[in-house]
């Protein structure tokens, strides 16, 4: 029993015009729905570079990255958009606008071009609002709302595309410890209640190891590790990863990680 | 209701601009007189399609752009079709056409100079992508060249060459006949039914250009589409009625007010408002200074920016 296979990347490579050296070499990841995979690494490591690959906005210099099956580039952006749904890192927010309106925005790859909103794209939206909790916030204007409530309408928008994978691009990081760890919760139980699968690139080294069924270590565009949190977080790995020293404990059968003073010279 | 409200702020606009003028024409004669059907109803039909295709090329633009300032003269449209038009009055080029024709043709390089600088990339893998920064750079720089050689022309050409060209970059819409509106009209849904059918996409677009990307649109198409229909539509509205500002700016922030950012509701709207007030504007300028005749560009910039600045205020308070 295989698990439908979602995003698969084999071996992929990028590199930037006039840069050095690759940005990305020889990584593969596959995520299957009902996967949570989250990408981690310092920064400049590759992480959103993978992820734009992974969603058809990069082409692969050496290597494949497919979705269902097809090269991600090859995707009709319309089509993939119902396939992936994506919370970015930055969005803007020029004109003043609601909470439902905004979340609405997730049904454009589903309406046609003249058409009106239809029944299914309302019931939709409410769903969607109703699986982040959110639905209270719905007629509030988008620049009211905090950080966290913020963050819970935007992936209630990636959810009203009705996605088979979620992907997440360091979707808490200005966020207080609550909304970080209910953003984290709820993609957990939409993961597991709904079948979707999920990718989240973070820098949270502990989130990544409670929340994971999959982590993947990537350091200077190639992948240190991956696998199982525990296999892949361990004190050798990480410390040579992020270059600093750290201790790693057990915690509800998950590796914790905690950063340890400079020793003194 | 707000549609209505609309709809009938139109019809008034419309019936104002045939019952008066300079001219009394007796109510009995409204439907007999040459004055009123040769004259005022091409002229107000006129002026309502030109100010509404402003309003919906401003209300684009300001998506496409993801700048509220953006209006459909930003991007040096202004500056070719006046430097065609200087360049015609100097020249003396005759007939009804020449001057609309110039500042069509003048528009139109301005247009096609700005769109290329605005093309960035493309050198390598990935096709070149219309950049809105740059575009709005190329825009002023292609301006501000046009306007330079303009004002060239301008300062060694004689009083009334002078006179003229100054009126013209004002706007006005005493060209209008039955003819012009009928080039007009052929002329105008094609690039208006290009923007009505970008309404959802622009709605994606306001959120950038990669979250755009990731909610399915094809922004790469969307941005040319979008530049050169609202363009294309400036262009012939700035070659009938000279250059008229405040319309395409304010009349999108008025709508968006009221029918909020949808642009399926917000560029409709846009027409018939931005149709509406100019032909209002319109009839104030004949109006106003009777037996002269006030640029119209004088009414709106008159009306427009203490009730611009009054928005301002409103929205930086909130």
Known sequence: ?265 | MRWLGLAGLSVVALTLAVVLGPAHVAWADLGRSPIVRELRIPRALLGFVVGGSLAVSGASLQALMRNPLADPFLLGLSGGAGLGAVAAIALHLGGPWALPLAAFVGALVALALVFRLGLVGGGGGGGAELDPRVLLLGGVAVGAFAGAVMTAIISVSEAAQLRNAFLWLWGGLSGASWYTLLVLCLYVPVPLLVLLAAARPLDVLALGEEPARYLGADVTALKRRVYLAASLLTAAAVAVSGVIGFVGLMVPHLCRGVWGQQHRALLPASFLGGGALLVLADTAARVAVAPRELPVGIVTALIGVPLFALLLRRWTAT
């Open chain 1, 1 to 265: 029993m295989d698990r439908d296979l979602i995003l698969a990347l084999r071996n992929v490579s990028a590199r930037y015009p006039g840069a050095a050296g690759d940005a990305l070499s020889g990584v593969s990841l596959d995520v299957r729905a009902g996967d949570l995979l989250a990408i981690l690494g310092p920064n400049g490591s590759g992480k959103t570079t993978l992820v734009r690959m992974a969603l058809g906005l990069l082409v692969p210099a050496t290597g494949t990255a497919e979705v269902l099956g097809r090269p991600a580039t090859a995707w009709p952006r319309r089509d993939l958009a119902r396939v992936v749904g994506v919370v970015s890192q930055r969005e803007e927010n020029l004109f003043p606008q609601r909470v439902r309106e905004s979340v609405l925005l997730g049904r454009y790859p589903h309406l046609s071009v003249w058409g009106g909103e239809r029944a299914e794209d309302h019931l939709a939206v409410a769903r969607a609002l109703e699986r982040c909790d959110v639905t209270a916030l719905a007629d509030r204007w988008i620049r009211t709302l905090s950080g966290g409530e913020y963050q819970r309408v935007r992936l209630a928008r990636a959810l009203a595309q009705e996605p088979r994978v979620l992907v997440l691009d360091e979707p808490t990081a200005s966020l207080d410890l609550r909304h970080e760890m209910e953003l984290f919760e709820l993609v957990r139980d939409l993961v597991d209640a709904h079948g979707l699968a999920a990718v989240v690139v973070t820098h949270h080294v502990n989130l990544a190891a409670r929340f994971a069924d999959q982590v993947l270590l990537l350091d200077d565009g190639r992948s240190a590790a991956s696998g199982p949190p525990t296999d892949v977080l361990t004190r050798a790995t990480v410390e040579r990863v992020f270059a600093w020293p750290v201790a790693i404990e057990p915690f509800d059968g998950r590796p914790q990680m905690i950063p340890l003073r400079k020793p003194s010279p």
